[in-house]
Nanobody, 115 residues
Framework: VQLVESGGGLVQPGGSLRLSCAASGFSFSRYDMSWYRQAPGKEREFVARITSAGDMSLYADSVKGRSTISRDNAKNTVLLQMNSLKPEDTAVYYC?????????WGQGTQVTVSS
């Protein structure tokens, strides 16, 4: 299983970013996918989850209404569109999948929201 995140960067408050996670090594279309984040000095926290078919999603209250998770099963990719970014969104964002009784994580992509 390999998960590779991209799309992070430095953005001003109120700006937008689209994170991408490229997956390989498993039957991508059969598994729910999730995004988590970890801010400096804090525990890793759930951000969003999408079902295998992409027909249902779940969001943390902190990002609800500002973020959209989506997936392209033909490209083995899951996306996280984040809008109206706030300084408190600054964190390393990770893609995660639970496969074969194990959580697999990507290496993360840094998102920094600052003026």
């Amino acid at each position: 299983v390999q998960l590779v995140e991209s799309g992070g960067g430095l953005v001003q408050p109120g700006g937008s970013l689209r994170l991408s996670c490229a997956a390989s090594g498993f039957s991508f279309s059969r598994y729910d996918m999730s995004w988590y984040r970890q801010a400096p000095g804090k525990e890793r926290e759930f951000v969003a989850r999408i079902t295998s078919a992409g027909d249902m999603s779940l969001y943390a209250d902190s990002v609800k209404g500002r973020s959209t998770i989506s997936r392209d099963n033909a490209k083995n990719t899951v996306l996280l569109q984040m809008n109206s970014l706030k300084p408190e969104d600054t964190a390393v964002y990770y893609c995660k999948v639970y496969v074969w009784l194990w959580d697999y994580w990507g290496q993360g992509t840094q998102v920094t929201v600052s003026s």
